[in-house]
């Protein structure tokens, strides 16, 4: 794990508001000259603690304003299963996020579709055929009061 000084927090809570900021307005935001926090950021990139930089797309903008969170439980506690579970979730572009967890469910899915008719098809035709799914339990987000996600 890396140390990291009060500056280095500062630079990175700065580009995880805005990433798309110039080097120049970061400087002054952190209150260092151009040249140093230019170098302090391509450390922070060299050792991997900026992984890279993305686009933060609306789901709603894009027709996917109904989101949900599902908790998959699986038959089998194995590799096999899961490496098959984690390939059809690959493939299924309405799953936006699949994480193993601990627990009495092995997956937790969050899922971005249009409606519920169509959050009703992925439901049923994705994970409920899939023959290793034992359980699914899910959370529907009717609003998000803080998302860090970026």
């Keep these: 794990m890396t140390d990291l000084d009060q500056l280095d927090q500062r630079i990175l809570r700065e ?9 120049t307005a970061l400087a002054e935001r952190v209150g260092l000259s151009a040249s140093a926090c230019l170098r302090r950021v391509q450390e922070l990139e060299r050792i991997g603690i900026i992984a890279g930089y993305r686009a933060i797309l609306d789901p709603r903008a894009l027709g996917n304003g109904f989101i949900a969170y599902i908790a998959v439980g699986l038959s089998a506690h194995n590799k096999a299963t899961q490496k098959a579970f984690e390939s059809a979730m690959a493939l299924s572009p309405e799953v936006r996020e699949c994480h193993n967890i ?9 899922v971005e579709v249009g409606d519920i008719q169509t959050y009703k098809r992925f439901h049923t035709d994705t994970l409920g055929a899939l023959p290793s799914v034992t359980t699914l339990s899910s959370f529907v987000v009717l609003e998000s009061s803080k998302d860090a996600r970026g």
């Design 15 to 23: 580009l995880c508001q805005e990433g798309r900021i110039t080097n």
């Design 102 to 110: 601990t627990g009495i469910y092995e997956y937790l899915l969050r």
